[in-house]
Structures are given as C-alpha cells and as structure tokens.
C-alpha cells in the first residue's frame, strides 16, 4: 500500500498555521501553500485582539460573551456552534501563550483586556494594536522550527482535483499549484486538503483587507461541489481612514477607549459647547442609544446613511478629548501609521467612512471543520477553518474580535478530526494541468481593467446599502465579466492575477445571489426595498 501524501493546508493565518502546527505535532506530516510571503494574512493585519475567557469555571463571563455574540448575529448563529467555541476559548489562548504569543499585560502581570463595539465588558486579549502580527510572528516561528512541516511561499493554489472527477462526493485528492516564478502548474497530491484562505474584502474598495483576501477558497470549494452559504453578510468596518494616499484600518478598540464618530455639524457643536464629552453630539445616537459603540453594522450604516446624506467623503473619528500619550503609548502602531498622514491621536479629527472588512459567510462546514455539499454531506478530505468557512459562529453579523478566535479554536478542531481518521492513500495517478495549446497571458493590463469594474460594481451596487435594481444591475455587469474572464481563462496559462481575478468574479456572483435571494433586512444584510422586513442585530 502506498504511502499516503501530506495533508496539504492552503494558507498561513492564524488558522493554517496553527491547524499545521496540531497535524505535525500529531505525527501527520503537513505542506503548506500560501501565495505570498508566509506572514502575508488578514491575520498579521489584526489590530484589535481576540475576545476570550480564559477561566471555564466563570459561568457568568462565558455566558455575556455568548449572549453578546448571539446578539450581533442578529438571531442568525447556530447558538451550540457559539457556546462550544466561546468555551474553548480559554484552552486555545493557553495554546497560544505556551507558543510565545506576548498579549499585553498590565501592572500586576495580569492579561491586559480592552473591550469592543457590541461588547458588554472587557474581555478582549490584544498585544496593544498588533496583536494579529504578534500572534502570527509567534506561529511562524513555531512552524518554521517543526520538522514535519515545509512550507511553499509565493505558490499559489490553483485549484482542488477530486477523487472522481465527475462526482464531488468521492472527496478530494491533491491541489493544482504554481509558484510565482514558474510558468507551470504542478499536482500534489494530498491525503487531505485544510482551506485556510482567508476572506474575500479585495472584491471591494475600499477594503481592510490586505491584497491576498481573493476569495480563493471559496472560489476553489465552489467549484469543487461544496455549499458556500451566507455570503450576502459582508462585515464592514465602520472606521477606515479616507485618505488619496492610504487606506486602513482604525480599530474598534480607539472607541473603546472613548473616540468618538461625529459629523462637520456634531463636531462644529461640540466645539462651540465647551463640555468635556463629545459622545452626545454623536450622529450615530440617531441609530443605536450605544453611539460610536453599537455595534459594527448600525454604526457602518449611521455613517454610509450620513456620508449618502451630505456627499462628503467622510466623517470623523475624534479623539481630541482624550489623553495623547495614552493613546499613543496604546495605539502605536496606528499612530505611526496616521503620523505618515500628518495627524496625531489625541490631536488631530480623523477622516474616516467604512470600507469591506470581513467575510461572513464561507464554505459550509460541520463542527470539525470538514467542508459540506448542498445536501449537507461531508466531503471526504476538504475541511475549511478561518474566515474562508462559514461555521454559524457569527450569524448574521460578526461580533468584534470573534474571529481570530473563531480561526484557531476551529483549526484545532479540524486537526483533531485529522489525527483521529486513518490518512487515505490516493491510490491513482491525479491528472495533470491541460496547458496544451495555452498561450501566456499577453495583457494584464486588461486583466487589472476587469478587476476595477469588478470593485467599482460591488463597491457602488453591493455596498453596505442595498436595493432590488442595484443587485440586478451587479448581476448583468458580473455576468459579462465573467464572459469576459472565461474566455481569458480558456485561451491563456494561468498566472496569479488571472487566477485571482476569475476566483473574485465568482465570489462576487455567489454574494449576489445569496443577497438577492434574502427575504428580510438582517444583520449585515441591508436592502432599502426590504425595510418593511427589518430584524437588526441588538443595537
Ligand atoms: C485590518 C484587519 C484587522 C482585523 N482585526 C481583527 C481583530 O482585531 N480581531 C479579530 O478577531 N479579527 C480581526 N480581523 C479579522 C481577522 O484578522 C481574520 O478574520 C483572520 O485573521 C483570518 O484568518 P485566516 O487564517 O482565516 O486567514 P488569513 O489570515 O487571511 O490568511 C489567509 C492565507 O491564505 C493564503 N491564500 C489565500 N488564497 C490562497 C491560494 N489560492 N493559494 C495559496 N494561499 C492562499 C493567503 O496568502 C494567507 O496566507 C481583522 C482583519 C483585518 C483585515
């Protein structure tokens, strides 16, 4: 009997990472794909921290923290999906911890906590704005020490091959790859393959999103015959610094610590009151009685609805009533950020508006991770963990701070499952990539004009406010792109733009449809011919 091949993980954020780390711990050995440099994630780009309670016998803790996340999610999570999560929660930040993560401490060498929009207390673990680099830095290192684990950067996944290739259910086999200096795409086989891509912000701008957030992922297990549910719930953050030269993201975390959102009028008010506090003078009270704290959908419509009202580019973000140097000795890498920009935290009102954050929905997937057809049937060998699966953690709506932890509790339990099932051997020759015939791609810049309609179309049709003709107007447009990508697709060898492009253009149909096809306004799902059928997260 041959022996069977690695499991194959494919990216390397906090969840691929980490999935990698159980597998070879377990004996399982592991290759890991990821398409740029290893740190290049979502994750690594992290700012605010991961919402955890770390004691199992604080009943009462764990208990807000699930009520708080079934709150945002706005009637829409899988409640035993939250609890289990909410629950390992304390086991997967002492993983952490022992893998030389450094979470902020206070005075006493206690874990420092800060808390977040739709957050009722502080339970929020962050290595002051940086916690996503630290937690990948800490990971890297310990991939990088483990002998059962080789990673391939720059290689981009191409595509999933199946056992049979006619019948999805058969399972999954091995990958198509390309690494970035190579023309061709090779097959690996795999004795299980763990999607760990990330979301799919780039299909917007303005977006948080670091370039490699291509929906791959979804793409790929699309494709490959799993269901990929929920994708009209688009996150996006309500404070993005609007400037020509940058965009990024400012987190939650400042408005925890008192920064408040405020229009030209709140501000010229507040100004010309003398008192100490802006939050009264806050447009966002108009939405939710929590103002700058609601949670992240209410406050992302309170300033698109403001930003649609009065045509400006933006709305403010002030923090001049709070101290300076505490928030520069908090927030430093923002503050770095914001310096290049000519502004100072504590000083100077920052010009912000929303932009495309985190992806909701994803591939469908049971408690173990594994990867679900349409009928709800586990595909043999595909698992997806992260943000690329949709496990009915976050609903309707992701709770702040949710999502790292959601990644890692779930790339461990994806692991467990591994090391529990007798690895399969492939037991066939997998097919090669048929480039008979394909020409090298001769124009990307044709390529990066479809990639500007595709964004122009999602940011202006299938924003944060929605309506009937926009959704079918996106549908035409995507259509044609998609005609258009095909036909590239069909002609030329595949390079990572043109990979990447063809992968967007179908997330971008799946979030149409699925937005298309909801019946009520729900969580981050806001279509103003619907507003008569409102169901809102807890404002
Ligand atoms: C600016 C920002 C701030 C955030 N702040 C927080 C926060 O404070 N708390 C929180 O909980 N969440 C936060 N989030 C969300 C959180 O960071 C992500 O949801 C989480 O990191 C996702 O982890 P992941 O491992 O699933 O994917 P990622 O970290 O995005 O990693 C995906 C990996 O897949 C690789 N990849 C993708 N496609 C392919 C392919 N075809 N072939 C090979 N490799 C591929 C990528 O290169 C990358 O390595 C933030 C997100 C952003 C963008």
Redesign the pocket.
Known sequence: MPEAPPVAV???????LFCALRLAEGGRPVQI????R?Q????????????AILDKTAKEAIEAHVQDTLAAGAGACNEKVVRAVVGEAGDRIRDLLSLGVNFQRDEHGELHRVREGGHSSRRILHAKDA??REIERSLIDAVNAHTGITVHSD????DLIRRDHTNPSAGVVGLWVQHEDDVDVHTVPASAVVL????A?QLWAPT???P???G??LA?AARFGAHVKDMAFVQFHPTSIEHPSRT??I?EALRGEGAVLLDDEGLAQWRASGDADPAPYSFTLNASPKGSMGTRDVVARAIDANLKRSGRDAVWLVTEHLDADMLTDRFPTIQNMLADLGLRLGVDPLPVRPAA??TVGGVAVDMNGQAMDPSNRPLPGLYA????ACTGMHGANRL??????E?VVYAQRTAAHLLNTTPESTHQDLPSWRADGLLPVEEHGALAHDLNSLRETMGREVGIMRKDARLARARRRLNLLAEEVDQTWRRCRPTKEL?ELRNMVQVAALVVKDASAQHENRGLHYNADLIAATRESTP
């Open positions: 494919v990216g390397s954020g906090i969840a691929g794909f990821t398409k740029r290893t290049d994630s979502s994750t690594n780009w992290a700012q605010g921290g991961i919402a916690t996503g290689t981009i996944v191409v760990a891509t990330g979301g912000g948080t999103n670091p490699v957030s291509t791959d992922g790929m990024f993201l987190t954050h985190y963990i992260g943000e690329v702040a701070s949710n999502s790292l932890l990644a990979v």
